[in-house]
């Protein structure tokens, strides 16, 4: 099972840029594996943000985040990462990353079994 460790929430205002990253650990590696974010926020389901498959094609972006959102694999295939441009309030919730089985994952969305979760990083956005 593949372990992932989420890092780079925070604080921000309105406005404002974070990106979110992660990793595998402890000798896992995110290479060759779809891999996507997602997040939850107090009193909503949990939603998937956007997706990655696993020859690195964004499969999805939720179109609340279109244009402002990046999702990328790095260089050295083991760190994937969510740039968040123009944050908004309504982004505030608890992050999670997430390898998904390319086996079961529907195109063009991250809905799949999901086979490893991330511990979450928080995201504020609040001025």
């Known amino acids: 099972q593949v372990q992932l460790v989420e890092s780079g929430g925070g604080l921000v205002q309105p406005g404002e840029s974070l990106t979110l990253s992660c990793a595998g650990s402890?000798?896992?590696?995110?290479?060759?594996?779809?891999v996507g974010w997602f997040r939850q926020a107090p009193g909503k389901e949990r939603e998937g943000v956007s997706c990655l498959s696993s020859i690195d094609s964004v499969t999805y972006s939720a179109n609340s985040v279109k244009g402002r959102f990046t999702m990328s694999r790095g260089n050295d295939k083991n760190t994937v990462y969510l740039q968040m441009n123009s944050l908004k309030p309504e982004d505030t919730a608890s992050y999670y990353c997430?390898?998904?089985?390319?086996?079961?994952?529907?195109?063009?969305?991250?809905?799949?079994?999901?086979?490893?979760w991330g511990q979450g990083t928080q995201v504020t956005v609040s001025s």
């Open positions: 402890g000798g896992s590696s995110l290479d060759g594996y779809a």
């Open positions: 997430a390898v998904i089985d390319i086996a079961t994952m529907r195109p063009g969305t991250c809905i799949g079994s999901i086979a490893s």
